[in-house]
């Protein structure tokens, strides 16, 4: 017996939101009028107390900021926290936009799965030297070529590689399809301060200068 289409139309739509009423969503919550970040760490213990929500074994496997130019300083506009549970191998990501006054709690992943690069190694954010430090020895590195090449934007990620590191990369302001979207990449030891490796090429190519 086939079914009457209104009634397949009915049943589909129940199924449908059913299903979205299992999925979970994004979650935003305002920050407080006196939240103040002007750094990474300044932002992790409210970022630390959202995942202990989430699951009380929770740890954090790295971080990654927006930082973005203003004058002569460089002032963070976002930061983003992954927390993992190693149990049930899934994490969660806590960004914080000081720029919209909000935080964001993504939905669960899943580690291991193709689409995703998180690990359960652990990131010391806590005890590594602060990523400013990074910041400003990369920008140091680089000398008047940030203003000269219009570099406006920096995202930094501290993550466990094959050692604890910030990789600091310069945004290429003028992007398009097909062009590199960093100038220039540079990689500091996160517990000594050292610069471990840089990549200058696309600045020199890009901005047509030596």
């Known amino acids: 017996m086939r079914v009457k289409p209104y009634i397949g139309a009915i049943v589909f ?3 449908f939101t059913t299903a979205c009423g299992l999925m979970e969503r994004e979650k935003t919550k305002p920050l407080l009028p006196n939240f103040t970040m002007e750094r990474i760490k300044d ?7 959202e995942a202990r929500e989430w699951s009380h074994k929770a740890y954090l496997e790295s971080v990654d ?15 983003s926290y992954t927390f993992v549970d190693k149990d049930t191998k899934t994490y969660i990501v806590i960004e914080i936009n000081k720029a919209e006054g909000e935080l964001l709690i993504t939905p669960p992943g899943r580690i291991g799965v193709s689409t995703s690069i998180v690990t359960t190694s652990q990131f010391y954010l806590e005890r590594n030297k602060d990523e400013t430090e990074a910041l400003y020895k990369s ?4 000398g008047d070529m940030t203003e000269k090449c219009g570099i ?10 094959a050692y604890q590191g910030w990789d600091v990369r310069f945004v290429n302001p003028r992007w398009i399809t097909l062009s590199p979207l960093f100038l220039a990449e540079i990689y500091v030891n996160a517990e000594t301060g050292d610069i471990v490796r840089r990549d200058l090429s696309n ?8």
Request: net charge positive; with cysteine.
């Open 13 to 15: 739509l129940l199924l």
């Open 43 to 49: 932002g992790y213990s409210l970022a630390l107390s």
């Open 65 to 79: 900021a927006i930082y973005r130019r203003d004058r002569e300083e460089w002032k963070i506009s976002k930061a």
């Open 139 to 142: 920008i140091a590195i680089l």
């Open 152 to 161: 406006e934007k920096v995202i930094i990620a501290g993550a466990p590689y």
């Open 203 to 210: 600045l020199w190519k890009i901005c047509n200068t030596k």
